[in-house]
């Protein structure tokens, strides 16, 4: 049988990003049954490290068997119950994600918009907490669509104090910045992967505080087949039985009451992958993401390139630029890959064919591969016929920042 | 930092069960992006042996991003819309996962019921479908919790011919056994990785046929942010965006449409596995798990255990036994786990402290294996107490069918 051949990659998009070997290196560890005393153990380790990851208390902190949309959903349909009012301000995609699940939640939505490229100061979603009042808000606070990041710090404050949820989309940003998950007084927040915490795609950490809880706990409802009689049923339970989180507080508490087989090998992941980044330190890892960002983009506005969006409100692990005039964003992105084994991205909806986003995620972000990338990503613009490019003086900027600062 | 220190075990449960080195080392490789040509090609590979997996030309032949359950909550939430009468056949637990799905989507469940033991002859299930009508026939084929093999050779084409959908959860007899999906006409079946594939739990693949296609797409929604004007809502759209079938089409189709983040390492072990299964052949395969498992029931019973159940109507991928009276179910599974670092299973309601199910699974199945069990667990019963155990009787019926027979 031919073996799985995979070619080198340096993966500078928004994610699936490259994984420490480190992290591969536990998950080829071998399978522990699901209730076996080790790999309780081995889950129970992992909550506290994704409380940890989080700074929060919340006891209720733990991962969705399935990618960060799985999380998302989860969240949504377990607070979201048919003709509940749900804010969801947009300023990118990912907002129009949360839509799309609170409408199909059955929930009521509330937009308000940003044009592409701008954040919301946080006094004008609060303004609209007031006019709306919701249930839930639901936001994005790294928007990868557009690059920015939506300031959060007074929104869960805001919501706490109107009884209202805030439920916070922060997979990109996650372990990339410092989110004081407890400091912020966020209800539920939903962390990422496959993005700055650098594990394989396929599990989700989320953490959501006892307030959450009692209130998604109403809408309870133990599964036929393992559930005891005193169980009261209810119209408004929860319409997904792999996503409910009250099951899944079942599961990842003392009761293991029996749910879905806990993917074992991403269990593995997850937990060298915390270990690693908490080791490393958040505020030391968010220091690395925001250093070399800084100093890829001062290379690539050195190299001519326009930066998209306002730098005020840019998340710092990804880069948006504008795509050169002229240039073919499919085909000019495929050559990179092909000729060199570096992806970057595009963008999506109004976006689309208009911006590259630049990933600075997670274990790949070091010195050699950020040179690496300008180097081959700056020559290979110059042969597609872009005129008016600095090559030179976009790799010295680079290099005597790395000289000159850490 | 520590790195994880997983024990060594011999996994005799119906799953999670131990993986073949190939797989493990298949998922050790880098990620490559999900748009990436290459893991395109790998993902387009994938379906093929997915194909051939369940004997099928279907084109809808592809994995879903969660475990077990998830396949089947997303088959069934797919095609059950609110209102609609869907029969499903209840002869242990995962009939009832089955009902609790299908009321979760809105659906009108209709049972019938078999003692924990036996199966249904198809007859009835058909007389059952002529007095209910339903929609959707949804029915288990392997039921794990009290190891019986539901036949299902005649239950597709007596729904086709009634208009009604067949959906199978073939969860635990996926690749230990041959389940023709097109000449059985069945409409939609859901196997399982972490059975008897014997890869990690995380990932499981499905096939539906174009009749089936039709019927959910009358429900597609294409999510907001990445959808085009044309689209119609409508009301009955699928209640999930994670599990829905029909943008899972979208992004498991030329137009690679953005939905999730597909799992990389998942595909790369979904990928390995199957060409493990598919080179030893699915035949061979189904000889292998029969083969030992008659072994070892003939062993046990020399012993002098007592099988649970009509063998004529057995999983040959599990083999249960009666717990010997005087045994505490628990004390004695933790006992061999701490002690030997052998698992084996119990059940679930009425016959939990009952039966012991012993899993005939996948890459851990053979000789060295099934003996090695057969020894530690025979001599740690006689430990516990169990009188009148005939231990070396066991151990040569053991030994002489592997010399005699193949």
Excluded at 231 to 237: G, H, K, L, Y
Excluded at 301 to 314: V, Y
Aim: hydrophobic share 40%.
């Amino acid at each position: 049988m031919d073996a799985l051949k995979i070619n080198k990659r340096l993966i500078m998009t928004p994610g699936p990003v490259s994984v420490d070997p480190r992290v591969s290196q536990a998950m080829s560890n071998s399978i522990l049954g699901q209730f076996d005393y080790e790999f309780v153990d081995i889950m129970n380790q992992t909550m506290a490290l994704i409380r940890q990851s989080f700074l929060t208390q919340n006891k209720w902190s733990f991962p969705i068997d399935g990618t960060s949309r799985a999380g998302l959903e989860a969240v949504i349909a377990s607070i979201v119950k048919p003709g509940d009012d749900v804010l969801v301000p947009i300023i990118g995609r990912f907002g129009y994600l949360f839509t799309e699940l609170v409408t199909r939640a059955g929930g009521i939505v509330h937009n308000i918009k940003k044009p592409m490229g701008e954040v919301f100061d946080q006094d004008e979603i609060i303004e609209a907490l007031d006019r709306i009042n919701p249930k839930v808000l639901a936001i994005v606070h790294g928007e990868t669509s557009t690059g920015r990041l939506q300031p959060i710090d007074k929104i869960g404050h805001a919501c706490k104090t109107r009884g209202i949820f805030s439920v916070v989309d922060a997979v990109a940003t996650y372990q990339g910045m410092v989110i004081p998950v407890d400091d912020w007084e966020l209800d539920a927040v939903i962390g990422g992967a496959q993005k700055c915490l650098s594990i394989p795609s396929g599990i989700t950490p989320i953490t959501f505080n006892d307030r959450f809880s009692e209130e998604i706990n109403r809408r309870k409802r133990v599964e036929l087949g393992i559930r005891s009689n005193e169980i009261t049923e209810q119209d408004d339970f929860i319409r997904s039985n792999y996503l409910d989180l009250t099951q899944l507080q079942d599961y990842w508490s003392p009761k293991r009451l029996n749910h879905h087989t806990e993917s074992t090998t991403s269990i593995y992941a997850l937990y060298t992958g915390l270990k690693l980044a908490l080791a490393e330190g958040i505020e030391n890892r968010a220091h690395r993401h925001s250093y070399h960002q800084e100093g890829l983009k001062l290379a690539l506005k050195a190299l001519g390139l326009e930066i998209f969006g306002d730098e005020s409100n840019e998340m710092k692990m990804v880069i948006c630029v504008k795509i050169p005039q002229g240039v073919d964003d499919n085909a000019f992105r495929l050559g990179l890959l092909k000729n060199y084994g570096i992806e970057i991205a595009g963008s999506f909806g109004e976006l689309q064919g208009k911006i590259w986003r630049i990933g600075i995620m997670g274990y790949a972000i070091e010195k050699q591969n950020i040179l690496t990338f300008l180097s081959a990503f700056s020559i290979y613009l110059a042969y597609q016929g872009v005129d008016n490019l600095n090559l030179e003086q976009a790799v010295s900027t680079l290099l005597k920042y790395y000289e000159t600062s850490e």
